[in-house]
């Protein structure tokens, strides 16, 4: 049974690591669902909310790997998970399946596979618990080691600055889901489902992307002025991008004399801003063969 414990213990170690790990390498990802699941009211909040949590399951994996305060790792572990749990069993209820960011971007998992992944984690930690013989040392070392690893994320996780991006509201498109425009490289188009410039525009980024195993994330902002829906746009095009809609100010905030107008974004600046020649400029921009 020691020994039982003692693989338990390193597998909730590892998967907490792992876990803190996968939000490290996209943070934006995590913040926008703390602020769409409503646990967070700004980007900026989400922000400083983000770091400490990861931080603190940093913290928590790598203490779980030694032999101290194990029975208070485990207590701890005990209010963390059942807390998100909550939470977990709160969006279920209410209809939620998009990805809850328990694994940032690179698993993605509903409330209702993350409850029961929180299920059997909460299973082995209280297995450890009854288990683990706690060897003591100075509390003022792991809590100080906690404290350190999570203000060290804002060292290691600057806080980035998104004043003056245009696209910071935009978090949800429709067949995708939550989106952070602000990591990686990505290309957003803005579109009036009406304008023929703006149909032959997504003819050509259809044919690119069928061509192009390659081709970039595209996201399109639509424009609706007259009786054209989003299905008949994809009909007209064969195109289709994930998109939400935008009204008739922001439109004419972000195209410059007439659309269509394509954003290229890399790591949450607009790097360049197209009006024509869409498909050389993709080719080129993403090296494409």
Not at 95 to 118: A, R, V
Not at 148 to 159: H, K, R, V
Request: charged share 20%.
């Amino acid at each position: 049974m020691k020994i039982l414990s003692k693989v338990m213990q390193v597998m909730l170690a590892t998967t907490f690591i792992f876990s803190a790990y996968t939000k490290a390498i996209g943070p934006g990802f995590f913040e926008i669902t703390l602020m769409d699941q409503g646990l967070a009211p700004t980007r900026v909040f989400a922000g400083h909310m983000a770091r400490f949590f990861i931080g603190l399951e940093f913290a928590l994996g790598i203490l779980m790997f030694l032999p101290f305060y194990v029975k208070q790792l485990m207590q701890i572990t005990f209010l963390l998970l059942g807390g998100f749990t909550v939470h977990l069993i709160y969006l279920w209820l209410i209809g939620d399946t998009e990805n809850c960011g328990c694994f940032g971007e690179m698993i993605s998992m509903t409330p209702e596979q993350s409850i029961l992944k929180n299920m059997v984690m909460l299973a082995v930690a209280l297995l450890v618990y009854k288990t683990a013989q706690t060897i003591h040392l100075a509390k003022i070392i792991p809590l100080g080691f906690t404290g350190a690893t999570i203000l060290s994320m804002w060292l290691f996780l600057p806080m980035p600055n998104h004043e003056n991006f245009p696209f910071e509201n935009f978090t949800q498109f429709e067949s995708k889901g939550r989106v952070d425009l602000t990591s990686g490289q990505k290309l957003i188009a803005i579109f009036n489902l009406d304008c023929e410039h703006c149909q032959e525009a997504a003819v050509e980024l259809g044919e690119l992307e069928r061509q192009y195993e390659e081709f970039p994330e595209l996201y399109v902002l639509f424009y609706q002025e007259g009786s054209t829906i989003v299905e008949d746009f994809e009909s007209i095009t064969r195109s289709s991008f994930p998109y939400t809609f935008i009204d008739v100010n922001t439109f004419f905030d972000l195209i410059g004399d007439s659309p269509p107008r394509i954003y290229y974004l890399k790591k949450g600046s607009v790097a360049e801003i197209w009006d024509a020649d869409f498909s050389q400029k993709i080719v080129k921009t993403f090296e494409l063969e």
